[in-house]
């Protein structure tokens, strides 16, 4: 069940690797930690069980990074202009970490352009952008809980 790449997509592929792997502000925060990290835990305000799938954590540091390719980083392109999907991802990484280490993370996402010349942008998520995906998330988790009172 594995998918063989075509010789031009890989060669895009390491080309996008060593741009990545030079980027300062990449080399800075991306240096020790573990990808692809599963996390799993009972939400302390709802009782539920949750999950999330991070692309990079450093625990010891505290930092998260979930990594996003893009046709096109422009020179307005901001972390404001891509909506309410990456604020509520953003935020439910950094509730899991939050309540299993008992440490607030820093989240940070790197946008990288699929093709070139493969420009990398690093985003950081503000406080209102916090404040507003932890909105979306209870809205959410009161929604579940409240369905699974209904169901016994």
Known sequence: ???????????????IRKFF??????QKIWKYGDSEVSLFWKD?????????????????????IDLKFTNNISRDFSI??????????ACWYIRAVT????????????FIEKYAPHHIKV?????SDIEKGKQ????????????ACDEK
């Open 123 to 127: 985003c950081s998520i503000s406080r």
């Open 1 to 15: 069940n594995k998918i063989i790449l075509q010789t031009s997509e890989w060669k895009r592929l390491e080309k």
């Open 21 to 26: 792997e030079v980027h300062p502000e990449v």
């Open 44 to 64: 302390s305000d709802y009782q539920i069980k949750c999950k999330a799938r991070l692309d990079w954590l450093n625990s010891d540091f505290g930092t998260i």
């Open 99 to 110: 309540q299993l280490t008992s440490k607030v993370p820093d989240f940070f996402f790197i």
């Open 136 to 147: 979306i998330i209870e809205r959410a988790i009161k929604k579940i809980s409240m369905g």
């Open 80 to 89: 404001e202009s891509l909506g309410d999907y990456h604020t509520l991802q």
